[in-house]
């Protein structure tokens, strides 16, 4: 498999024909239930199909990073940060997380991943940079990462009121 994904479109069930789906997991026994089905075009006109495993029914995104050639999937609370390339290469977060949202910096350079009460941020070669725990409030959500600023969106108490916190995005220290 070559070449950077260019589109995407969740699919409503696992396709009855074509080649086999690759299956995606966060944790050992590998669980082969449906789960997240996603087909992805690549520039050349070629497809492949993702069944990605998921924990709930929540959180579910996807953004193509093509300056990384890279894949950011949230499942149904599960994160994934595939290869474009070969999408059998892929990394997850751990498997305790519940992942919300991901977004990229203004420059496409990092990844930011918002999970339970933490925030991860990843390079363009899919490697941890920098983890930031214990959050003090829950349900982040990002809103802007524009001049070395991230900043997430959160509720002090879950159902709450929410604020904005502010954190360097090269190292994740609050500002």
């Not at 995606?24 to 520039?43: D, I, K, N, Y």
């Not at 941890?128 to 001049?147: G, H, M, N, P, V």
């Not at 002090?156 to 502010?166: I, P, V």
């Amino acid at each position: 498999m070559s070449g950077e994904a260019v589109r995407w479109e969740i699919l409503s069930g696992l396709p009855g024909e074509g080649p086999a789906p690759i299956y995606f997991h966060a944790q050992h026994p590998t669980p082969w239930a449906e789960g997240l089905v996603v087909r992805f075009w690549r520039a050349d006109g070629s497809q492949w199909v993702g069944n990605f495993q998921g924990k709930q029914d929540w959180s579910t995104k996807v953004l193509l990073w093509p300056e990384a050639d890279s894949i950011a999937v949230v499942a149904m609370d599960n994160f994934y940060l595939l290869d474009g390339g070969n999408p059998a290469n892929y990394i997850t977060a751990d498997s305790e997380l519940v992942v919300d949202d991901v977004m990229l910096n203004d420059e496409h350079s990092v990844l930011f991943v918002a999970a339970n009460k933490t925030i991860l941020a990843f390079g363009r070669n899919r490697q941890l940079i920098w983890r930031r725990d214990s959050l003090k409030e829950f349900d982040a959500q990002f809103q802007t990462c524009a001049r070395g600023v991230l900043s997430v969106s959160v509720e002090e108490e879950l159902g709450g009121e929410r604020k904005t916190l502010h954190f360097s995005a090269n190292n994740g220290a609050p500002l």
